[in-house]
């Protein structure tokens, strides 16, 4: 059986986290989703997946403070992050240590395509 890298879903939207989910699926990942912010801060203390996508506005713990630890953290260095926020303020504060900006809404082609993009190896300079 094939191992697929993992991705992890970081959205509080069900509707939005389940079209996240759904194209990184298709575009080749194990996906595991979580909804708030804390439960994400404790599964990346444990995990590391190869792509997160990760809305800025969480309960509990905002996706700003999550991309900042996920940067901080040895065991993340080659995690890809995408945001997908509906804020295009906070996501040009954010933008230099994210690997990719999606502004909502987010359709189900473009990040499937964008996923697949990283999962062979494309950077944000490509």
Known sequence: MENKPQGLVVEDNPAQAEIFTAALENAGYEVVWIDNGSEAMAYLEKNAPAVVVLDLHLPEV???DILTHIRSQPH???TRVMLATADP???EMVASESDLVLLKPV????LRELA?????????DN
């Not at 359709?107 to 473009?110: A, D």
């Not at 993009?117 to 944000?124: C, I, M, S």
């Open 76 to 78: 993340l260095a080659e």
């Open 107 to 110: 359709s189900y082609v473009q």
């Open 62 to 64: 905002a996706g700003s």
């Open 89 to 91: 303020r906070m996501a």
């Open 116 to 124: 697949r993009r990283l999962l062979v190896g494309g950077t944000k």
